[in-house]
């Protein structure tokens, strides 16, 4: 997710609605110990269940839905809000729609 998130970044998550441009937190469907954290690139609903395309900041290096497709809302852990470490980059997490066109 560089340049938006860096090795090391501590973050707060939590559940809250999620909306396109929007950081979030999803299980791995490969290596269950492990989340990943996307962008949301587009919301559709199919028979009552959401389902969310997500993809990464980095697009040349992301694993994301070009690749496992999109992801139904019970993979979501949740949405990032906030980066409480290291000390100089604490702050909230704005959505934006950067590299999801």
């Not at 990464?56 to 980066?83: A, C, E, M, P, Q």
């Amino acid at each position: 997710m560089v340049p938006t998130l860096e090795p090391g970044d501590r973050l707060l998550i939590a559940k809250l609605k999620i909306n396109i441009g929007d950081l979030v937190v999803i299980r791995d469907s490969n290596i269950v110990e492990l989340d990943l954290v996307k962008r949301v690139k587009n919301i559709s609903e199919e028979n009552g269940v959401i389902f969310y395309e997500v993809i990464g900041d980095n697009l040349n290096f992301s694993t994301d839905s070009r690749h496992f497709g999109s992801i139904s809302s019970d993979h979501i852990v949740g949405k990032v809000v906030y980066r409480y470490a290291p000390n100089g980059r604490s702050g909230f997490i704005s959505s934006f729609n950067k590299n999801i066109n």
